[in-house]
T-cell receptor, first 114, second 114 residues
């Protein structure tokens, strides 16, 4: 049971390039999330998904896109990378239930845009 | 939406002393309050959580208290050790919000001096 797996761990992009951050979980969780964490700051929600085929915007969605074709995978796409998107990106998941369950985080992707 | 404020932003204590971190929230319907510990370069890890039907919860040297009337909750760490040094985040959520989204505080950097 690997939990939440993110790839790559590190990446350097040039301004205007695009890339996809991968996230997969093996816990059969319905809910998945993407956060960004700027240096010395808290986590801000970019997008979330409550199940396959269903996604919605969080607090800071501009410049990002997501898809959820399977329960396991929740990739985050940056189309035109900008320096303001330099950050650490965390994917998380949790189970759906009558009672809120804790979110489980991946190890993060450290992204620098130069 | 929910707003979570966390204080202090930095906290330095002597090994063996206690540390207290406080958070306030704005949405009176919030009913789930987790605390995460994040070591440098690592993922946030859940250390304790509390639900609104209890006022206090303990786990060895860690305790969390909740005051629903005042809309604040606190993390208490007793007999601090150098390995407690990390950034701590509080968060809040409520049942029924789509995707059980968490709103995070800004974090507290705890330094335990040997």
């Amino acid at each position: 049971n690997a939990g939440v797996t993110q790839t790559p761990k590190f990446r350097i992009l040039k301004i205007g390039q695009s890339m996809t951050l991968q996230c997969t979980q093996d816990m059969n969780h319905n809910y998945m999330y993407w956060y960004r964490q700027d240096p010395g700051m808290g986590l801000k929600l970019i997008y979330y998904s409550v199940g396959a085929g269903i996604t919605d915007k969080g607090e800071v969605p501009n410049g990002y896109n997501v898809s959820r074709s399977t329960t396991e995978d929740f990739p985050l796409r940056l189309e035109l990378a900008a320096p303001s998107q330099t950050s650490v990106y965390f994917c998380a998941s949790t189970d759906r239930g009558g009672v809120i369950q804790p979110q489980h985080f991946g190890d993060g992707t450290r992204l620098s845009i130069l | 939406g929910e707003n979570v404020e966390q204080h202090p932003s930095t906290l330095s204590v002597q090994e063996g002393d206690s540390a207290v971190i406080k958070c306030t929230y704005s949405d009176s319907a919030s009913n789930y309050f987790p605390w995460y510990k994040q070591e440098l370069g690592k993922r946030p890890q859940l250390i304790i959580d509390i639900r609104s039907n209890v006022g206090e919860k303990k786990d060895q040297r860690i305790a969390v208290t909740l005051n629903k009337t005042a809309k604040h909750f606190s993390l208490h760490i007793t007999e601090t050790q150098p390995e407690d040094s990390a950034v701590y985040f509080c968060a809040a959520s409520r049942s029924g919000n789509a995707g059980n989204m968490l709103t995070f505080g800004g974090g507290t950097r705890l330094m335990v001096k040997p």
